[in-house]
């Protein structure tokens, strides 16, 4: 007979809580968030004195003063009497700009090359072998200067299209004037405009959102949501009957009937680019140093995407397009259906982290002086009020936000597309 | 491993700097070297020549200075400050003297907490244009595109100049001088604006000089000088009598080549005082009694030093105008060493 | 009949296949000219090849090496009947400026009392070479190199920085009598007791001891180099020193990072999480508005390390959480077996780290880390917005020299192809790598 008694209560001793594993976790913790709090405290008492010998109050009240410096690429309104606030949110619009388009046009030409890479004609492959070791070994910091400087040196200045015989005219029967400041094409003006409306009153965070633009899009989304619908009643007849009534006339003019008609009411016509005194006036205008940076940034990051999508496409296996084609398939239906839902899963991920890339990299707008959030308030704010704490730790959180907004997209769709493995 | 040397590397670095927070003269004492913010590269005012050797307006000051308190111009270390960085590094004690054309202003003066010794240039921001667009008055340029230098007062003055006269303009921010000038030439502004010593030093290497003039209207005033941090008077004075005795020396006739000669005395009782023959003027500064005459052997006096880097026989070619001596009808004046 | 056979007795002998599928024609017609589409695409990118390579050469050969100006060079143009300032190119900037756009300021002989320096930073990197041949082709140098690579973390600044050898004697001193504390205490009181006593020595060695001994030293016995302020590292060779100094401090950061990311302790890895995604979320160029306007504020009042300094500090952070990154990384890809295994032979954590878990991760890292080193090293370029004078700051520096005033793609091509040759090579070493990785584990 064996009596059970209770292991002997272990009293509590100091030594456990280094050689127990119960509480060392516990200690290591404890100890590592104090250092961290020392270290905290340490660098904020540091800073604190130092601003104080130095006579600067940590404050954000400059943000409210006249800015006195004029943004040349600027999408909401402003003049130099504005505010420093107003300055740094024109220029986090600016990086936004750059950024989404930087992201477009760079997956685009990233899959183009990428898929070009793999193409049997040799010359080919070998040059988009060229463009992308040329593009990922040298700094994107030199690439953005080298294509500014290419901009600027080779494209016609306004002045060479004056005179009886210009050495240079207008592209696309004159509507389009390509010049070393920037490109102007036309743009859409409307006679009967419904006007702007105006929001957040006289803050510096105002913004006006134009009533035209606004009707069009909605009406476009009405027109495509009807087109969806009578699609997806074609797909219920079809799976009913076996015979799929034609639509295609129907669906066009649902969508582009309501909108020319919008655009009628408006009274839609294009305000052309002509030279008038030092530049051309009237169209839009892109200016070179938007176009060179995203030029840039592009083709930099192109080269960076195209070797992800060749990675892509190489890592299906050889079997899958080999068992598609034994079903039949055709070979464009082998890549929409087969290979390229496959590749996504591995190409999407690493190539959002490109994007964040691009997006962060946007910030050497200053090289070719694009106004972007780090020209603005961590350039000439900075500069001209001399608040390096407050505009450079402003400016981080700025980025940080953008950042950890586009990573938590793509955690999302990893999470979707994630294959559901033991 | 790297990383704990590198620690230990800096600790001791660290130790070493944080021992010393004294004057700024006994600083540079113990140091035994100079530390003197320049611009990264500006025609004629401060460019590192190919062997490495900085050479300019500017860096003849640093050097002075550095031949007065140290008896050696050499032993100086020259940092290349931006526009954006500049303050920052003479803040925090990077650099013992700023002498990178910087604009005196108030706010500067007053809200950053600098204190400028002096003016070595009086110059004013202008226009650039090319001859061909046919315009003779910054007035005219309404519409122009203006290619201008960003982390700097041109930027300020230029809106206040182009709103004061109720006309618009498209600024395109450059970073540096090259820039600005490779944007101009190629057309992409129709007009460059900065300070008119810059215009002029770019100017003078354009393959074809003739074709651009520099517009009459001198927008701003722009007093360039070097500056020390606010609170170390001791410094302050150091800087602000080296810059003067260039000054000085020019107008009381003391050049490189009779610099010798009138070391060993002269009748002139202020001369001796400058150079230290008579008086005890370096000893009040805290440096030898022949401070001056150290400083002037470097590169001469004031208008050596202005003729050998940007005046008229340099590519650059600025004549003196307002930086003549006060007694030629300008503006460099300094004060007696009594 | 006769017997006549109609059946062949000797094989015929294989054809020639037809003339177009063979030998320059064949390969043509494989790989040009398949398809009209192809052969369209062909022709263009044929064209096309062949005016970039005729512009440039048109542009880039022309006699201007020995040039002293560019006015100079701007006369050869004129003879040559090339119009435009810009229509060839002016070599003479690169033959008057390639020292400085490698070395920067380093001592050139030029000043007086200092001879010239610059084959330290040479020796330097072909002694990185040699300490790193035993990490990087592991099975084709002797082992024994090794205790090399062991020891050139202290030769590597002592060459750059100068000064008294006893400096980076001393240094190194500490970690030897931190070991034999170790060594000693722990086998009496156990290996905590024993790795808090030897960290201790080692600090007050280092803090208070080794400064006055080396400095003692070298009264006594004063061998040593020309000491070199970073302030004088310029061009190419600050981009090296930044990348490499950078990349070898953050390894051991990013270790702990990776583990701590890692770990089931919520505090450890939150604060590591936080880093990590802190330090990626924002642009290089802010870290170093940091290191150049506020490093000093946040240090205690009076600390003042030079600029140089800083950069590297900001970037070795930048790249500690990259490399955490890469880390995390190889320890996914060990199977889980490996850490069982560990677990089973009743390894602690720590033991089982150093014996069976980092090695492999590592191993398998090493990819990742090269193509780490290479962006860190291509973002060394930004610091010329803070304005040191890297390669790219030095162009602007170079342009204020009026003799080369207008000189624009001489000094970018120039930077471009030194850029493109480090990191291209390094990239193919990388593939290699990746490569062999690879079969070993089929």
């Given at each position: 007979?064996?009596?059970?008694?209770?292991?002997?209560?272990?009293?509590?001793?100091?030594?456990?809580?280094?050689?127990?594993?119960?509480?060392?976790?516990?200690?290591?913790?404890?100890?590592?968030?104090?250092?961290?709090?020392?270290?905290?405290?340490?660098?904020?008492?540091?800073?604190?004195?130092?601003?104080?010998?130095?006579?600067?109050?940590?404050?954000?009240?400059?943000?409210?003063?006249?800015?006195?410096?004029?943004?040349?690429?600027?999408?909401?309104?402003?003049?130099?009497?504005?505010?420093?606030?107003?300055?740094?949110?024109?220029?986090?619009?600016?990086?936004?700009?750059?950024?989404?388009?930087?992201?477009?046009?760079?997956?685009?030409?990233?899959?183009?090359?990428?898929?070009?890479?793999?193409?049997?004609?040799?010359?080919?492959?070998?040059?988009?072998?060229?463009?992308?070791?040329?593009?990922?070994?040298?700094?994107?910091?030199?690439?953005?200067?080298?294509?500014?400087?290419?901009?600027?040196?080779?494209?016609?200045?306004?002045?060479?299209?004056?005179?009886?015989?210009?050495?240079?005219?207008?592209?696309?029967?004159?509507?389009?004037?390509?010049?070393?400041?920037?490109?102007?094409?036309?743009?859409?003006?409307?006679?009967?405009?419904?006007?702007?409306?105006?929001?957040?009153?006289?803050?510096?965070?105002?913004?006006?959102?134009?009533?035209?633009?606004?009707?069009?899009?909605?009406?476009?989304?009405?027109?495509?949501?009807?087109?969806?619908?009578?699609?997806?009643?074609?797909?219920?007849?079809?799976?009913?009957?076996?015979?799929?009534?034609?639509?295609?006339?129907?669906?066009?003019?649902?969508?582009?009937?309501?909108?020319?008609?919008?655009?009628?009411?408006?009274?839609?016509?294009?305000?052309?680019?002509?030279?008038?005194?030092?530049?051309?006036?009237?169209?839009t205008y892109m200016r070179n140093s938007l176009i060179a940076l995203w030029l840039a940034l592009s083709l930099y990051t192109a080269a960076f995407i195209a070797e992800i999508v060749r990675g892509g496409i190489l890592a299906i296996s050889k079997g899958q397009t080999e068992a598609a084609s034994a079903l039949g398939m055709r070979s464009n239906r082998i890549m929409n259906l087969v290979i390229l839902p496959q590749a996504l899963r591995i190409i999407i991920p690493p190539m959002i982290s490109q994007f964040l890339n691009l997006t962060k990299n946007s910030s050497l707008a200053i090289a070719v002086g694009y106004m972007d959030l780090t020209g603005t308030l961590m350039g000439i704010t900075m500069n001209q009020t001399g608040r390096e704490l407050e505009t450079v730790l402003l400016g981080m959180l700025v980025y940080l936000t953008i950042s950890l907004i586009i990573s938590g997209v793509m955690n999302l769709y990893n999470k979707r597309v994630k294959l559901v493995e033991r | 491993m790297n990383k704990s040397v590198f620690f230990g590397a800096l600790t001791v670095a660290g130790l070493a700097a944080g021992a010393s927070a004294a004057g700024t003269l006994d600083d540079v004492k113990a140091r035994d070297k100079l530390n003197c913010g320049v611009t990264t590269g500006l025609v004629g005012f401060a460019a590192p020549n190919a062997n490495g050797e900085w050479e300019g307006f500017d860096v003849a000051v640093c050097r002075a200075v550095a031949a007065a308190v140290l008896g050696d111009s050499t032993k100086i270390e020259f940092v290349p400050t931006t526009g954006k960085t500049r303050f920052t590094a003479l803040a925090s004690g990077e650099i013992d003297l700023l002498a990178r054309n910087t604009t005196w202003t108030f706010s500067r003066d007053v809200d950053?907490?600098?204190?400028?010794?002096?003016?070595?240039?009086?110059?004013?921001?202008?226009?650039?244009?090319?001859?061909?667009?046919?315009?003779?008055?910054?007035?005219?340029?309404?519409?122009?595109?203006?290619?201008?230098?960003?982390?700097?007062?041109?930027?300020?003055?230029?809106?206040?100049?182009?709103?004061?006269?109720?006309?618009?303009?498209?600024?395109?921010?450059?970073?540096?001088?090259?820039?600005?000038?490779?944007?101009?030439?190629?057309?992409?502004?129709?007009?460059?604006?900065?300070?008119?010593?810059?215009?002029?030093?770019?100017?003078?290497?354009?393959?074809?000089?003739?074709?651009?003039?520099?517009?009459?209207?001198?927008?701003?005033?722009?007093?360039?000088?070097?500056?020390?941090?606010?609170?170390?008077?001791?410094?302050?004075?150091?800087?602000?009598?080296?810059?003067?005795?260039?000054?000085?020396a020019e107008e009381l006739g003391v050049t490189s080549a009779n610099l010798a000669e009138m070391a060993s005395g002269t009748n002139n009782p202020e001369i001796n005082r400058l150079l230290g023959t008579e008086g005890n003027l370096g000893e009040m500064l805290g440096l030898d009694a022949d401070w001056a005459a150290k400083a002037l052997a470097v590169g001469g006096n004031y208008g050596e030093v202005f003729a050998k880097n940007i005046g008229e026989n340099t590519p650059i070619g600025l004549a003196r105008g307002l930086n003549a001596q006060w007694t030629d009808g300008g503006l460099m004046y300094a004060p007696p060493f009594r | 009949m006769s017997d006549i056979s109609f059946v062949r007795k000797d094989m015929l002998p294989p054809k020639e296949p037809p003339a177009s599928e063979v030998g320059v024609l064949g390969w043509l017609k494989v790989n040009l000219f398949s398809t009209w589409l192809n052969s369209l695409l062909s022709v263009v990118a044929l064209a096309f090849v062949s005016m970039v390579i005729y512009k440039l050469l048109s542009w880039a050969l022309v006699p201007t090496w020995h040039a002293k100006s560019l006015s100079e060079c701007r006369e050869i143009f004129a003879a040559l009947g090339k119009d435009g300032h810009n229509s060839a190119a002016c070599w003479g900037v690169i033959r008057d400026r390639w020292p400085q756009l490698l070395f920067g300021f380093y001592p050139n002989g030029a000043e007086e009392g200092v001879s010239d320096q610059r084959w330290r930073p040479v020796l330097d990197l072909l002694l990185l070479g040699v300490a790193m041949a035993p990490v990087l082709f592991s099975e084709k140098v002797p082992r024994k190199l090794i205790y090399f690579t062991y020891v050139y973390p202290f030769i590597m600044p002592w060459l750059l920085w100068g000064g008294p050898i006893w400096t980076p004697i001393c240094i190194a001193a500490g970690f030897v009598i931190a070991y034999v504390v170790y060594r000693v205490l722990g086998n009496i009181f156990g290996s905590l007791v024993g790795l808090v006593a030897a960290v201790a020595t080692a600090l007050v060695w280092w803090l208070f001891l080794s400064g006055p001994i080396a400095s003692g030293l070298a009264s006594i016995l004063p061998i040593g180099l020309e000491p070199v302020a970073s302030r004088q590292f310029g061009g190419m060779m600050l981009s090296i020193t930044i990348g490499v100094v950078a990349i070898a401090c953050s390894l051991p950061l990013g270790i702990l990072l990776a583990l701590g990311r890692q770990s089931d302790l919520l505090i450890v890895k939150s604060l590591c999480v936080g880093f990590i995604e802190f330090i990626r979320g924002v642009p290089l160029i802010t870290l170093l508005f940091v290191a150049s306007t506020l490093l000093n504020i946040f240090m205690p009042p009076g600390t003042n390390f030079d600029i140089i300094m800083r950069v590297i500090i900001m970037a070795t952070l930048f790249a500690s959480a990259y490399m955490a990154e890469v880390i995390r990384g190889g320890l996914a890809a060990l199977p889980k077996g490996q850490y069982e295994g560990a677990d089973s032979l009743g390894l602690d954590y720590w033991q089982a780290q150093r014996l069976i878990i980092m090695p492999q991760a590592l191993k398998i890292s090493i990819p990742g880390i090269v193509s780490t080193f290479i962006g860190l090293f291509k973002d060394t370029t930004l610091v010329s917005v803070i304005g040191l004078l890297d390669p790219l700051g030095l162009t602007n520096a170079i342009r204020a020299d009026a003799a080369w005033n207008g000189v624009v793609w001489e000094l970018y091509g120039f930077i471009a192809f030194m850029f493109f040759v480090c990191c291209f090579s390094m990239s193919r070493y990388s593939m290699y790598l990746e490569r062999k990785l690879q079969t070993g584990h089929r």
């Open positions: 007979m064996s009596i059970l008694t209770d292991p002997p209560k272990e009293s509590f001793r100091l030594s456990m809580l280094i050689y127990d594993t119960r509480f060392r976790s516990a200690t290591i913790q404890v100890v590592a968030l104090i250092g961290f709090l020392i270290l905290g405290g340490w660098l904020i008492s540091n800073t604190a004195q130092n601003l104080v010998e130095l006579g600067k109050e940590p404050s954000f009240g400059f943000l409210n003063e006249p800015a006195g410096y004029d943004i040349n690429q600027r999408l909401l309104e402003y003049d130099n009497q504005n505010t420093h606030l107003r300055a740094a949110l024109i220029g986090l619009l600016n990086t936004l700009l750059v950024a989404v388009m930087g992201c477009v046009t760079a997956s685009v030409l990233g899959v183009v090359i990428g898929v070009l890479r793999l193409s049997p004609n040799w010359l080919i492959s070998r040059i988009m072998t060229v463009y992308v070791e040329m593009f990922r070994n040298v700094p994107v910091l030199l690439w953005i200067v080298f294509i500014n400087a290419i901009m600027i040196e080779t494209m016609p200045a306004p002045r060479d299209f004056r005179g009886e015989t210009p050495e240079a005219t207008m592209k696309l029967m004159d509507t389009v004037a390509i010049t070393n400041r920037g490109v102007y094409v036309p743009e859409p003006l409307f006679t009967n405009s419904l006007g702007d409306v105006h929001l957040f009153g006289n803050s510096s965070l105002r913004f006006d959102v134009s009533l035209d633009l606004l009707a069009l899009l909605l009406v476009l989304g009405a027109s495509l949501f009807a087109s969806a619908k009578i699609r997806s009643n074609a797909d219920k007849t079809q799976e009913a009957t076996g015979v799929r009534p034609t639509t295609w006339h129907i669906r066009t003019a649902v969508v582009v009937l309501p909108s020319v008609l919008l655009l009628m009411f408006l009274g839609l016509h294009w305000g052309y680019p002509a030279l008038k005194g030092f530049n051309f006036q009237g169209g | 950053l907490k600098f204190t400028f010794v002096g003016v070595n240039y009086y110059d004013g921001q202008g226009f650039i244009v090319p001859k061909e667009l046919g315009v003779s008055s910054a007035k005219e340029l309404d519409g122009a595109t203006v290619c201008i230098q960003t982390g700097t007062t041109t930027e300020l003055n230029l809106a206040d100049f182009f709103r004061t006269n109720n006309i618009s303009y498209e600024p395109v921010p450059i970073e540096t001088n090259a820039e600005g000038q490779q944007q101009f030439l190629a057309g992409a502004c129709d007009t460059y604006t900065t300070d008119a010593s810059g215009l002029a030093a770019t100017r003078a290497t354009f393959d074809d000089p003739s074709a651009y003039v520099i517009l009459p209207e001198i927008i701003s005033k722009e007093p360039l000088g070097p500056l020390v941090r606010h609170g170390d008077d001791e410094w302050g004075d150091v800087v602000r009598w080296t810059l003067n005795a260039l000054i000085a | -």
